[in-house]
């Protein structure tokens, strides 16, 4: 975890907004491999493990879906399959573009499947991307990416994310809200078609797999489609 990061994250806890504090055990470079985030709020304990942050909390019933983050419009369930052309080469680069990812300075949140192009993104442009719940077994070597573990409660402040991508496992979990208040103002969150667009936030285009919105008091003008022209057009 690269340990600039521990100024954005913030306790679970129902209690008002306190920074974490950071022991670091071991180092390695600018990032926190082992040690400890506290609470000085209510003293919870968040571990570092293998430059993971884990905010999880089994016994809360975290992982339970979150209410109101499908749209009533879509039927009511939500399509666990990521978008088709996640696993494509240019994936990054349309992702890059959804997201808005020129001369970023601050943090991105790539969460569930989109965690897998951490690192391409840390190549595409240089921002520092947090990715949670990444669940493959070897995580990219890439000083630019950190990783944490959250369920139900995202653990981080209000407005310091440039942009956020979910899959739908990750709004199953609950943590489309977090996101979208983590966002700041005139940053981008891209998630599931069937999600529910946040309170905020303008719709600037959707396809049959996600929607991108901003979040900003007043939209430009009518979402525009996602979908690709083809290449012989």
Not at 17 to 43: I, Y
Not at 90 to 96: G, H, Q, W
Not at 152 to 174: F, I, M, N, W, Y
Request: with cysteine.
């Amino acid at each position: 975890m690269f340990i600039e990061l521990a100024d954005i994250l913030r306790c679970t806890r129902p209690h008002e907004d306190s920074w974490l504090v950071l022991r670091a055990d071991l180092m390695s470079g600018r990032h926190v491999v082992n040690g400890e985030l506290g609470c000085p709020v209510c003293s919870a304990a968040y571990p570092v493990v293998n430059g993971e942050a884990n905010f999880v909390a089994a016994d809360t019933g975290d992982d339970q879906p979150a209410r109101g983050t499908i749209d009533p419009g879509s039927g009511g369930t939500l399509d666990h399959a990521p978008p088709a052309w996640i696993g494509h080469e240019d994936a990054p680069l349309r992702l890059a573009a959804l997201l808005g990812l020129e001369d970023v300075r601050q943090p991105v949140m790539l969460a569930g499947s989109w965690g897998v192009h951490g690192a391409a993104l840390a190549r595409i442009s240089p921002a520092i991307y947090l990715v949670v719940n990444h669940d493959a077994v070897e995580k990219p070597d890439r000083a630019e990416v950190s990783f944490i573990r959250a369920s139900g409660t995202l653990p981080l402040a209000a407005g310091k994310l440039h942009g956020a991508a979910l899959d739908a496992e990750s709004v199953r979990r609950g943590l489309l809200d977090g996101a979208a208040r983590a966002v700041r103002t005139g940053g981008r969150l891209v998630a599931p078609a069937n999600a529910a667009l946040p309170v905020g936030y303008t719709e600037l285009g959707r396809d049959d797999e996600l929607w991108v919105a901003e979040r900003r008091a007043s939209p430009t003008g009518p979402p525009v489609s996602l979908t690709r022209a083809s290449r012989g057009a």
